[in-house]
């Protein structure tokens, strides 16, 4: 098991788990297990990549508030 240092690190390895009883023969049928995600979410990775590009741009400055509205 490894062990992250930050939660940020955990983001898009969302978990693939094969469903071998509803898979038809010869083919292989998986589920991403999205509620691994530390978000719950498959829109973390992208709202990361745009608070970084905020950040880089000086569009975002220490102690702002971010609001997601999903």
């Not at 978000?39 to 220490?62: C, F, H, N, T, Y």
């Amino acid at each position: 098991m490894e062990i992250y240092d930050d939660i940020l690190q955990t983001l898009g390895d969302t978990p693939l788990v094969k469903l071998s009883r509803f898979s038809p023969v010869g083919a292989t049928l998986a589920a991403k297990v999205e509620y691994f995600n530390p978000g719950s979410s498959v829109k973390a990775r992208i709202g990361i990549a745009m608070i970084a590009a905020a950040e880089r741009e000086g569009l975002l400055e220490p102690g702002a508030t971010i609001a997601e509205t999903t």
